[in-house]
């Protein structure tokens, strides 16, 4: 169960590690929203990001957040947590190269994805929403939602994938700060698939938090 006492001592460790690590303010805010997307990716991925602004004293940064909408290759605003508990806003383009899955052929509508449907390619995520990417089992099984063409990148919003988490599903619970993370366990209120933001409860607390799918019966506390 996630205690005050946890969160207080992760607020107080994290500063004395990121000034140990000697990066400026464009380094510690790039090392927080790398480790956002690379846990929103949810895959092995290559990302880069490039700060293109920051608000005054942004050193500290321990976690990222990406406003909604945030695609690959373009810039975008990121609301960044520092350690004092103030909150800023930075401006970054993020780039990151991932294997995922596409069309090996025009797919109908409704149609089931089949293994020898799907294809898997390496190569940049420019021009996609900041988004997970789909594992074979996410994917093998789903329906399309619309007709799909060859070669399209095949995303959760194009087909529909069973839920991996349902209503009344026990799950981790994930609190992150930068590096640092607190875990606990719950239970989900809603379903949904990975990447999806649900609402979960805590062990003997009444009200829901809401949290996003990182992997099945695992979600991210949403701050």
Same mark, same amino acid.
């Given at each position: ?52 602004? =920051? %608000?005054?004293?942004?050193? !500290? #940064?321990? @976690?990222?957040? $990406? ?7 373009? *810039? /975008? ?57 789909? =594992? %074979?089992?996410?994917?093998? !099984? #789903?329906? @399309?939602?619309? $007709? ?7 995303? *959760? /919003? ?58 099945? %019966? ?6």
């Amino acid at each position: 169960m996630f205690t005050r006492l946890r969160l207080c001592i992760l607020v107080l460790v994290l500063p004395a590690t990121v000034a140990t690590a000697g990066l400026d303010d464009a380094g510690t805010v790039r090392a927080a929203i790398a480790s956002s997307v690379s846990s929103r990716l949810g895959a092995e991925a290559r990302v880069t990001v490039d700060v293109l602004h =920051t %608000a005054p004293n942004s050193n !500290g #940064a321990i @976690a990222a957040a $990406a406003l909604p909408g945030t695609r690959f290759g373009v *810039p /975008a605003q990121f609301l960044l947590t520092l350690a004092d508990g103030r909150r800023v806003s930075a401006v970054a383009k993020v780039t990151a190269d991932a294997r995922r899955p596409v069309a090996a052929r025009d797919l109908a509508r409704d149609e089931e994805l089949t293994a020898d449907v799907v294809a898997w390619v390496d190569g940049p995520l420019d021009g996609q929403l900041l988004a997970s990417v789909p =594992t %074979a089992a996410q994917v093998v !099984g #789903a329906r @399309a939602r619309r $007709a799909i063409a060859r070669g399209e990148v095949i995303s *959760p /919003a194009i087909v529909k994938v069973p839920p991996v988490v349902r209503a009344g599903d026990p799950v981790t619970l994930v609190i992150r700060l930068g590096v640092m993370e607190v875990r606990g366990t719950g239970r989900a209120v809603s379903s949904g698939s990975v990447g999806d933001v649900i609402r979960v409860l805590r062990p003997s607390h009444r009200e829901p938090l809401r949290g996003r799918i990182t992997e099945p %019966a695992v979600v991210e506390i949403l701050r």
